[in-house]
């Protein structure tokens, strides 16, 4: 089945991202790609849809952000998109204030995640913006570092506003939160789309290779069960897994139990009824995931006998 890339455009506000998104719809085009874009916005008036062509499938979703209060619309504005269109790839613009994490999370429906592929998380890094850091609250320093910390390219837009050495400076720091992303000095996020694209096509290639192990930052791993599995057990996968898993979410069936909706996330696991029998998929979500261990960890799961 065809999947549909994922890419998501994150920044803290007004750091360029609606540039970047026009620059790369234009590149698309002319590779003759089908694109759709979902753009969220925390107002309620969508100031940046101008920026999407017509005949560019958009889904808007506004007052909220997609990290929290929207998270369980960006789900139902996905599956739209690809079940209306032939896409062959999906641009999601963050709100400023949106987790990289969290935007994955609520993305990643268990009944949409073997039709989508998560392409890169590109962070947008306003250059003022950063080297004014200490003038915002902790939180919002925190999130600007945490954007950069889990973006696969860094685009440090705005260096016509820093001189020659505070770039440098910069991008030294940024480096230091992520030695292994890539890192491109931008000024109105003018980078040469074929550069994208290779970058991405060097991760696709390394993703198939080496089981999606080192290039991708943030990585996604899908498991579905053949039958329920033991409570007992899967609460004990959950205290020693490693603290690289950030998120799970999917649908479960404990013995003979009813079908669960699971979510963790801050280290807190929830279950809650699920109102149909749901194909018993689990999306982990995680930095540097060890595919082989957790589909070995899924395996023993599914086999060990039921108490
Ligand atoms: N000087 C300068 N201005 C830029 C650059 N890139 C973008 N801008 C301007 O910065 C402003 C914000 O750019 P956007 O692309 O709308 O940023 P955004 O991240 O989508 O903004 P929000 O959606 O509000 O979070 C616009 O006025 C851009 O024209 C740059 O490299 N240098």
Not at 196 to 214: E, F, S, Y
Request: hydrophobic content about 40%; proline content about 4%; glycine content about 4%.
């Amino acid at each position: 089945m065809k999947q549909v890339e994922i890419i998501v455009l994150s920044g803290f506000l007004g750091a360029g991202k609606t540039t970047l998104l026009q620059r790369l719809l234009e590149h698309e085009k002319e590779q003759g790609r089908k694109i759709g874009v979902v753009m969220n916005e925390m107002g309620n008036v969508s100031i940046d849809s101008d920026a999407v062509p017509n005949d560019t499938p958009l889904q808007e979703l506004l007052n909220g952000c997609v990290c929290c209060t929207l998270s369980d619309k960006l789900e139902i504005k996905l599956a739209g998109l690809v079940q209306d269109h032939d896409l062959d790839a999906i641009y999601i613009e963050t709100t400023g204030i949106a987790h990289p994490v969290d935007v994955l999370h609520a993305s990643l429906s268990p009944m949409l995640a073997n039709r989508l592929n998560i392409k890169s998380v590109i962070t947008l890094l306003d250059s003022v913006t950063w080297q004014k850091r200490d003038t915002l609250n902790v939180q919002m320093r925190q999130l600007i570092s945490e954007q950069v910390k889990h973006a696969d390219l860094v685009l440090l837009n705005k260096i016509d506003s820093v001189s020659a050495d505070d770039k440098q400076a910069i991008e030294a720091e940024i480096r230091a939160l992520n030695p292994d992303g890539n890192i491109v000095p931008t000024t109105f996020a003018r980078v040469d789309p074929t550069e994208l694209t290779a970058a991405r096509k060097k991760v696709t290639r390394d993703h198939i290779k080496l089981h999606a192990a080192d290039q991708l930052h943030i990585k996604t791993f899908v498991y579905t069960f053949s039958k329920p599995i033991d409570e007992e057990q899967f609460e004990s996968f959950l205290r020693d897994m490693p603290d690289s898993i950030y998120r799970i979410k999917g649908y479960l069936r404990f013995q003979e139990g009813k079908t669960l909706l699971f979510q963790y996330s801050y280290g807190m696991p929830v279950y809650q009824p699920a109102d149909l029998k749901y194909t018993n998929t689990l999306v982990f979500i995680g930095d540097q995931l060890d595919h082989d261990a957790l589909h070995h960890a899924m395996r023993e799961l599914e086999q060990q006998k039921q108490a």
